[in-house]
């Protein structure tokens, strides 16, 4: 089983970032797929989910109008598309996948948000 998260970077307050998580070893689409945060000092936070058919994405409070999460079946691939970057958008960023008490981990890519 492998998640693999891209395209973290350094961007300034009010820019815009697509990361990306790439899927294998598991049947990706019967899997709920979700991103989540870890700033330093700070516990991780679950930042957005999404079902197995790519309906009814949630978000926390915190990224709700700025962050769109969406999937692709036929990809095996998560996305999170992040606009109006604040400084404390600043962590490093997880997917995670999950089926009932089943949840596999990626390693994080990191997302600085500073000028």
């Known amino acids: 089983v492998q998640l693999v998260e891209s395209g973290g970077t350094l961007v300034q307050p009010g820019g815009s970032l697509r990361l990306s998580c790439a899927a294998s070893?598991?049947?990706?689409?019967?899997?709920?797929m979700s991103w989540h945060r870890q700033a330093p000092g700070k516990e991780r936070e679950l930042v957005a989910h999404?079902?197995?058919?790519?309906?009814?994405?949630t978000y926390a409070g915190s990224v709700k109008g700025r962050f769109t999460i969406s999937r692709d079946n036929a990809k095996n691939a998560v996305y999170l598309q992040m606009n109006s970057l604040k400084p404390e958008d600043t962590a490093v960023y997880y997917c995670?996948?999950?089926?009932?008490?089943?949840?596999?981990w990626g390693q994080g890519t990191q997302v600085t948000v500073s000028s």
């Open positions: 070893g598991f049947t990706f689409s019967s899997y709920l």
């Open positions: 999404i079902s197995v058919s790519g309906g009814t994405p």
């Open positions: 995670a996948a999950v089926r009932g008490i089943v949840k596999f």
